[in-house]
């Protein structure tokens, strides 16, 4: 906050009321948000009045329209069957959000509503740090997906100003009801994937998913440990099945820009004070926002080396929106430059408002170089990019999210006549989403586990677990005993004579993953269970035989084992619990391994 003798000039309903001008230096402003407030009172209000269990209510009615018109009359669903019926029930709630979209308020007015609620009004008390951020994402979909991308809302007044009344917070609460129960369904499905049964209970109710006890403690341990793995922000590209990006700390100014790519992700315990320069009335001045979004510049070096690759690169393998996304985020330092008032909007709601004809015309002037640069990291797959403006602004506009599985969108909308917002931090969001690896074998996907092993050795030696050369040497070594090939180690971490030998698997978390699919994340889990066995049995033959053909492990003290993937997936309970050395899971994800390598632990 401002020290006590500042001056301060304060906003409030996002219309100038007070300005004092400090004796010396700069105006300083603070943000009340004063819509935010009311908005907040008001739908905390409709919340504790029940408004929710209506929007529940219309989602379980049409789930059991589902169940009727299947013929469903057991009280109990297991296996195949119960798998049918959910993908038929989440499948009919997103058509029941999209025919409410498409006679709703629109993106506009919807994202202005929903970005300005508190995330507990989505996690709930006992809910993990993932609930929250997924079931916002959710209801935005939701409540966007089918309105017309050119629709120009209504009842915006003069101060850029929504309506905010007990009718607006009503409907709200009603939709993120409904969308709560759509997460619940999606849940369920996930859990009959794994081998949940489904019981009904009252036509009002929610089934329940009831599941063996070692079931239910498997898929509480991976819950939480996917709320918990310590990934960064450019380790979120799971979906590639090795870590993409590096955070980038150093300032943009002493970078090329089209080396590096600015993300828009959510602070973690927002709002946080942060302070802005700007200019009031010709004069320097700062206000002092609430910030619920952050920017983090990410390194593009890794992801080169990977897209640049002749097989990778084929733009046949990859999404079509990709390149169009990462466009409009080297276009983000540019917002900046020539509006500056951009910022307020990014840094509160994730998004920036400007003209569209402003929009085209920079991308008409930048497009080209832009183009260029992008080239240089996603190789052949930026050749698809648009050639002019007005074709890159009506492809931003149709872009619409997807409920199941979860893609953020849409990624603009009208803001009112001739102007058009970019949700920045949907783009970002949208990009983590659909920069998949391609589900191919062979050399492609040889590329990919290549790229893993060394990302994370690279991880290890930025450690004090890094080891000597004389241990490095063996890695990715066929290591030979007695003639015969007995295996492969991908990376080493060794400190004071105890050593880790790494199995990387380069599992690809994808989105038949996310969505659950039960044969997806049953040979998943079949993959890394035999991958932690037969990696046990490397290291103890390593440990009964120090010294093979063509390496010498003799000076290691204390040889221990760890199977990691990119992400955190599903495995049964007893390989979860499993411990290589006290604190450090047998099967971990790579951030698990640098936080314990990291930690005083480690």
Request: glycine share 8%; proline share 6%.
């Amino acid at each position: 906050m401002p020290s006590q003798d500042s001056r301060i000039y304060i906003v409030i309903d996002e219309k100038d009321t007070q300005l004092d001008v400090p004796e010396e230096g700069s105006q300083r402003i603070v943000d009340m948000d004063g819509p935010t407030l009311r908005l907040v009172a008001a739908v905390e209000s409709a919340w504790h009045k029940g408004e929710w269990i209506l929007g529940a209510q219309q989602a379980l009615s049409v789930a059991d329209r589902v169940r009727h018109a299947m013929g469903l009359k057991d009280r109990e669903l297991s296996g195949r069957l119960a798998v049918e019926y959910l993908e038929r029930v989440i499948r009919a709630l997103e058509q029941e959000a999209e025919r409410a979209a498409r006679v709703g308020w629109g993106r506009y007015r919807s994202l202005w509503y929903l970005r300005r609620l508190p995330p507990e009004l989505f996690g709930g008390d006992d809910a993990l740090a993932t609930t929250a951020p997924y079931e916002e994402r959710l209801t935005e979909v939701l409540m966007t997906r089918g309105s017309d991308p050119e629709i120009v809302p209504e009842r915006l007044d003069d101060n850029g100003c929504f309506p905010i009344d007990e009718s607006v917070a009503r409907r709200l609460v009603r939709t993120i009801g409904f969308a709560k129960t759509v997460s619940e369904y999606q849940r369920h499905y996930r859990r009959c994937a794994k081998g949940a049964t489904l019981r009904f209970g009252r036509r009002d109710r929610l089934p329940e998913a009831k599941m063996p006890d070692e079931t239910a403690a498997a898929i509480r341990l991976y819950d939480e440990r996917v709320a918990d793995d310590p990934g960064k922000i450019g380790r979120s590209f799971d979906r590639l099945g090795t870590p993409a990006l590096e955070v980038d700390l150093s300032p943009v100014s002493e970078s090329d820009i089209e080396e590096r790519l600015i993300l828009v992700g959510e602070l973690e315990d927002a709002p946080v004070p942060l302070e802005i320069d700007f200019e009031h009335e010709g004069r320097p001045a700062k206000m002092l926002i609430p910030a619920y979004h952050m920017v983090t510049v990410s390194n593009l070096r890794r992801l080169a080396e990977l897209m640049t690759h002749p097989q990778v690169g084929d733009p046949s393998l990859w999404h079509e929106d990709i390149p169009l996304l990462i466009a409009v985020l080297n276009l983000e330092p540019l917002f900046f430059k020539y509006w500056p008032s951009a910022r307020f909007n990014l840094f509160k709601q994730g998004y920036v408002i400007l003209g569209r004809e402003e929009l085209e015309d920079v991308w008409d002037h930048f497009g080209d170089e832009i183009r260029s640069h992008m080239a240089g990291y996603l190789g052949s797959v930026a050749d698809t990019l648009p050639t002019n403006g007005g074709e890159f602004a009506s492809r931003l506009l149709r872009i619409e999210g997807s409920a199941w599985p979860l893609v953020p969108g849409s990624v603009a909308f009208q803001a009112k006549v001739g102007y058009v917002g970019v949700d920045l931090a949907n783009v970002t969001r949208r990009l983590i989403a659909l920069l998949e690896y391609p589900p191919t074998a062979g050399k492609v996907a040889n590329i990919r586990a290549g790229a893993f092993e060394l990302a994370t050795q690279d991880m290890i030696d930025a450690t004090r677990w890094s080891p000597p050369d004389s241990l490095k040497r063996c890695r990715g070594r066929h290591l030979r005993l007695g003639g015969e090939w007995i295996g492969e180690v991908d990376a080493i971490a060794e400190l004071d004579g105890p050593c880790i030998l790494v199995s990387c698997k380069s599992r690809v978390y994808t989105a038949a993953y996310d969505m659950g699919l039960h044969s997806v994340v049953r040979n998943t889990a079949d993959y890394i269970s035999r991958a932690v066995e037969d990696w046990e049995a490397l290291v103890d033959k390593l440990r009964n035989n120090p010294v093979g053909d063509n390496y010498d492990l003799s000076a290691v003290k204390d040889l221990r084992g760890v199977v990691i993937t990119p992400s955190v997936m599903y495995v049964p309970i007893a390989v979860a619990e499993k411990e290589s050395v006290a604190g450090l899971r047998y099967y971990s994800s790579l951030g698990e391994l640098e936080a314990w390598l990291s930690s005083d632990s480690g």
